[in-house]
């Protein structure tokens, strides 16, 4: 009889190589659907998301991505009541507390995105060891998406670059998408070839618009916490069906 271990290995098997996205980014919703079905409290939900967190890390790095970017906490999740915001943070510590050594022997260096100066200090503090235990990891970096949103990024690229030319070290003429990417806090990241959300919702909610302008968007409707390791290779191989043009037409792509 074929186990789901078996049937999973059978979609890793079917991926091409020579063909995996570099970063893969992903919009975690549907937590709170996810704990409401059975009755539980929202956070619950949220708890049980960790575990589908370390299943896509893992699937990650059997397949050789080399980013994977989370959307943990949105700008606009503040508004969420205050008991759900807490629980929230004081998970995100136990998990970057309890995972920090799996980080350290899988060469998964930490990294985050987003106004995490707003974090309460605990929050940040962990944060900031863990990215500095994790900082010499090599072979996966995962970044979290904390606090961020796509706009708040836009507006703060848009400040600097007035700053800068008001103070005569930019000049507004040599503005290209290069110093755009440089002043948004995803800079030193490529930008992410496939983006996957779950939950069936079929939005980008405010997550890194500029960086997705070419980018290919896979949906599922299923909820975060059920999310595993197959979930992940399907998409890929979903992405290696397509073909990308970028403005060009077919035979431009595709030579011969
Ligand atoms: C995603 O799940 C996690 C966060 C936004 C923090 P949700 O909490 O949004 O779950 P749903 O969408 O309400 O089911
Ligand atoms: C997007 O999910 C934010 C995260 C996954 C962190 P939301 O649940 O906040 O998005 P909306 O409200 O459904 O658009
Ligand atoms: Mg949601």
């Keep these: 009889m074929q186990t789901s271990e078996d049937k999973t290995e059978a979609l890793k098997q079917r991926i091409d190589p020579e063909r995996v996205p570099r970063h893969i980014a992903i919009i975690m919703d549907g937590n709170g659907r996810w704990a409401e079905r059975q009755g539980e409290h929202r956070v619950v939900g949220h708890a049980n998301g960790v575990r589908s967190v370390r299943e896509a890390l893992v699937a990650c790095r059997e397949i050789g991505v080399g980013y994977l970017t989370l959307y943990a906490f949105s700008t606009e999740n503040w508004k969420r009541p205050k008991a759900e915001v807490d629980a929230l943070m004081d998970l995100l510590v136990r998990t970057v507390v309890g995972e920090l050594e799996e980080l ?8 985050t995105i987003g106004d995490t100066a707003s974090l309460p200090e605990g929050c940040r503090n962990t944060l900031m060891e863990a990215i500095a235990a994790t900082a010499k990891n090599d072979r996966i970096t995962i970044t979290l998406a904390l606090s961020y949103s796509a706009r708040w990024e836009l507006v703060h690229m848009a400040r600097t670059i007035a700053q800068e030319a008001k103070a005569g070290t930019l000049d507004p003429e040599g503005i290209t998408d290069a110093t755009v990417a440089a002043r948004l806090s995803t800079v030193g990241l490529p930008d992410p070839e496939l983006l996957i959300r779950t939950s069936g919702e079929q939005r980008v909610s405010n997550f890194l618009l500029w960086q997705i302008a070419y980018t290919e968007l896979w949906f599922t409707p299923v909820l975060w916490p ?31």
């Design 104 to 111: 350290n022997a899988n060469g998964v260096r930490l990294h």
């Design 226 to 256: 059920d999310f595993r390791k197959a979930h992940l290779y399907e998409a890929v191989l979903d992405y290696q069906n397509r073909e990308r043009r970028f403005g060009s037409i077919s035979e431009q792509v595709t030579p011969g």
